[in-house]
C-alpha cells in the first residue's frame, strides 16, 4: 500500500490590500481575480478565491447562500458537509454538488464568510477534489488581521 501524501506545507500571506492574513499552501501568492477580489494561488491545486464584502460577493447573506445552494442553481446538492452559521458576517457552506459542466461529476464548494476587523469577506472555491476543497476550507477558516 502507498503511503498517503504528506500535505503541503503551509505559510502566511499577508493580503495588504485587504489588511489581512491567510494561511495557504507556501509560496502562495495573490493575484488579481475577477473584478477586484484575489485569487491565491500556490502552483498546485489549492487555488483560494478572496474577495471584500460588497466588492465581489456572490452571496447577499446566509439565507441567500443556503437557497442558492438548496435550489441546485450552481449544480445539484449532493450532500451538506459543513453548514454553520454564528452570525450575519461569520458562516461556512461546505457541500458537495453536481458538476456544472458533467452533471455525473461531483464537486465540491466552500463559501466561508469571515468578519475581520473592519472588514468583511467571502473566501472560497468550486473545485473538483474533496482534498482540494479541504485546503480552501482550511485557508479560508484562517484569515486574520496583519
Known amino acids: 500500500t502507498k503511503a498517503a501524501p504528506k500535505p ?3 505559510a502566511w500571506l ?6 489581512v492574513q491567510i494561511e495557504a ?3 502562495a501568492k495573490a493575484n488579481a481575480g475577477a473584478g477586484t ?3 491565491i494561488q500556490s502552483g498546485g491545486s489549492c487555488t483560494i478565491m478572496l474577495a471584500k464584502k ?3 460577493s456572490f452571496f447577499e447573506s446566509y439565507d441567500s447562500a443556503k437557497k442558492t445552494v438548496e435550489k ?3 449544480g445539484k446538492m449532493k450532500e451538506m458537509l459543513i453548514d454553520k452559521k ?4 461569520n458562516w461556512t457552506l461546505f457541500y458537495s454538488k453536481a458538476g456544472m459542466i458533467d452533471p455525473k461529476a461531483t464537486q465540491f464548494a466552500v463559501s466561508v464568510r469571515s468578519k475581520v476587523g473592519d472588514g468583511i469577506y467571502d473566501c472560497g472555491r468550486v473545485v473538483d477534489a474533496k482534498a482540494d476543497a479541504e485546503c480552501v476550507l482550511a485557508a ?3 484569515i486574520k488581521p496583519l
Do not use: R
Not at 499577508?14 to 489588511?19: F, T, V
Not at 454564528?86 to 458576517?89: N, P, R
Open 8 to 10: 503541503a506545507a503551509k
Open 14 to 19: 499577508k493580503i495588504e490590500k485587504y489588511g
Open 25 to 27: 499552501p507556501a509560496g
Open 37 to 39: 477580489s484575489l485569487m
Open 54 to 56: 460588497d466588492d465581489m
Open 72 to 74: 441546485g442553481i450552481t
Open 86 to 89: 454564528v452570525d450575519a458576517d
Open 140 to 142: 479560508c477558516k484562517s
